[in-house]
Each structure stands twice: as C-alpha cells, then as structure tokens.
C-alpha cells in the first residue's frame, strides 16, 4: 500500500516538475505564496477564535466583511 502511494506520489511529481520551477523563467511569479497565507491569515483568526459559523448565513457575512476589510 505504501509503496503504490509512493509510486503516485513521484508520478505526480515527475509529471509537473516543468512547473517547480516555473518562477526562475518569471520573474512577476513569485516563488513562494506567502501573500496568499497572509490574505488567508485575518479569516483565519476570525475563525479560530470565533468557534466559526455554523450557518451559512453567518459564513457569508463574515466572508463580506473580510472582502471589505482586505481591500
């Protein structure tokens, strides 16, 4: 079972190592996706420390408010 997964997993990596390093011939690419973590990061917290919501109605406002407040 490990070995099939593992065998997967180098596939998987073999067929897109054409996009590994994709950032050395695109300088605008950069090679890390630290500003996505950090656009992620107030939703986040919010999250954490707010338990979530549990209606989707709630998910919503809350997903508005941080459209508003990250731009």
Do not use: C
Not at 27 to 33: A, G, S, T
């Amino acid at each position: 079972m490990a070995s099939a997964t593992a065998g997967q997993l180098l596939r998987s990596l073999r067929d897109k190592a054409s996009q590994w390093w994709y950032f050395l011939d695109h300088p605008e690419v950069p090679p890390d996706n630290n500003q996505a973590e950090r656009s992620l990061r107030l939703a986040v917290t919010k999250r954490k420390i707010s338990g979530g919501s549990r209606l989707m109605e709630g998910f919503q406002h809350t997903a508005n408010l941080l459209t508003v407040v990250q731009t």
